[in-house]
């Protein structure tokens, strides 16, 4: 899935007791640690380029930071630590292994695929491109879905 929607899901479902940043960031961290650390120096070097980039060029360390960020076990420790230290911060980070899961299913076997149990195993499920159609459209029907019931319920304590 693309790193906005990630973003916007993860504040959807995760951001409405008090921490909405929080939310949005942890729904982005897995892609921000990892493409978003190579992605300007690529951009300020080649430019803009249509469509994913050869992975024979990526750097090394691109593949550890992705495996790393986009494990489960690992966010899931991380927001099991955070919540013996502050239990509202822990589940705004929900949105990381929630960004995870969403991953899983729509990430095909050619292009990063997702190791969720790393570095237990490097399992992978070779799922269906977040750009299909399908899942494109469908994905932001779910997200204006979510929005309007977050926007309905926010009217509706606001008249209480």
Request: charged share 10%; aromatic share 18%; net charge neutral.
């Amino acid at each position: 899935m693309d790193t906005l929607s990630h973003t916007l899901w993860g504040g959807g479902l995760f951001g409405f007791r008090g921490h909405i940043k929080l939310a949005l960031l942890f729904g982005a961290f897995p892609d921000l640690v990892s493409f978003g650390l190579w992605l300007p120096g690529h951009v300020f070097e080649n430019g803009i380029g249509n469509g994913p980039p050869d992975l024979a060029l990526l750097p090394g360390w691109l593949f550890v930071s992705y495996d790393v960020t986009h494990s489960l076990l690992v966010a899931g420790a991380a927001v099991a630590l955070a919540a013996l230290w502050r239990r509202d911060i822990a589940f705004a980070m929900l949105s990381w292994p929630f960004h995870i899961l969403l991953d899983v299913p729509f990430h095909a076997a050619e292009f990063f695929p997702t190791k969720i149990f790393w570095p237990l195993s490097d399992w992978i499920f070779d799922g269906i491109h977040w750009m299909n159609p399908w899942v494109w459209y469908s994905n932001l029907a779910g997200l204006a879905v979510l929005y309007l019931w977050r926007l309905r319920g926010r009217k509706a304590r606001c008249a209480a």
